[in-house]
């Protein structure tokens, strides 16, 4: 019987080339097809960006493993587009390595060798479940566990102007997604985002249960589909003026009645008027006396820039 129990002791675990002790093993680790499918925010019809779409969606994903400092971590890649001011998107971005060991969650940065306590899924109420987290501590208010075995945290200090999320699943992280987090500077991502699912072998383990602003609602597909290649048409609006007086903005296809930011400004840089419209829109540009002006459209995409000479 002694014999077993130390046989049972020394059992070790393989996946993805990383050999864990079974006291060192994760209760849900992170696997070789783990993705974490997610959407940002959506914004409200009227305001600068209205993306209300699947186009917004992205993920992370695990894509071999690397070695380093004598630890073995999953590389961590990113897929998707980031609606910034100035859109971004993103092909296989390497975000750095991720590991699980004895129930935490460890994460390096792109070009970093150092590690830091990315999850504490171990926190009892009262305590931090990211200890390493720029000094936000996040202390657990209370747990619960799910159907599936998976405890979920919920983080007493929200801070709602940089995120949305105070909930946690074990083995998958923050409901804002893997390294968005719920605050501007503790979490290595991009805030303002909501997990839609995380899923192993293409099958979902969790499914969101939030629910976006404006009462739009977020779903996720029994069966996971990885992000799509995003290939928008060219924004290409067309202006016209007339009588010297009005400006009129107007574009084709899927940009008719699309929101547009329009700009004018002198040579000089300085901006003379800016508002949001509708396209097609007109600008009245009597104020504006004669000569040449640039006219700065933007969609949120992408943006076109065109002059405008007024006699």
Request: aromatic share 12%; hydrophobic share 35%; with cysteine.
């Amino acid at each position: 019987m002694r014999n077993f129990l130390q046989s049972v002791v020394i059992l070790t675990f393989m996946f993805s080339g990383i050999q864990l002790s079974a006291q060192e093993a994760s209760r849900f680790p992170i696997t070789p097809t783990s993705v974490w499918r997610i959407n940002y925010e959506y914004y409200c019809d009227g305001e600068e960006f209205a993306h209300q779409s699947g186009d917004q969606e992205f993920k992370y994903f695990v894509n071999g493993d690397t070695l380093i400092e004598g630890r073995t971590y999953f590389k961590l890649y990113k897929n998707g587009f980031l609606y910034l001011e100035t859109p971004v998107e993103i092909r296989n971005k390497y975000m750095g390595a991720l590991r699980d060991s004895a129930n935490r969650f460890y994460y390096i940065k792109e070009n970093e060798s150092s590690e830091s306590l990315l999850y504490n899924f171990d926190a009892k109420a009262g305590e931090s479940i990211c200890p390493d987290c720029g000094g936000m501590n996040y202390i657990v208010g209370e747990t619960d566990t799910l159907e599936n075995g998976r405890k979920r945290f919920f983080i007493d200090i929200m801070t709602v102007h940089c995120g949305s999320a105070n909930m946690l699943i074990e083995g998958i992280g923050w409901l804002g997604g893997l390294l968005e987090g719920n605050s501007c500077y503790a979490h290595p991502g991009i805030r303002g985002s909501y997990l839609l699912c995380y899923s192993e072998n293409e099958m979902p383990e969790y499914i969101t249960e939030m629910t976006p602003r404006c009462a739009k609602t977020v779903e996720c597909s029994d069966v996971f589909t990885p992000v799509k290649q995003f290939d928008f048409p060219v924004f290409k609006p067309r202006i016209n003026l007339v009588d010297n007086k009005i400006l009129e903005i107007s574009a084709s296809g899927s940009y008719t009645n699309s929101l547009c930011q329009v700009s004018i400004y002198s040579l000089t840089g300085q901006q003379l008027k800016a508002t949001k419209m509708t396209l097609p829109g007109t600008i009245d540009v009597t104020t504006l006396g004669n000569g040449i002006f640039i006219v700065k459209t933007s969609n949120g995409i992408n943006s076109a820039t065109s002059k405008m000479l007024i006699r």
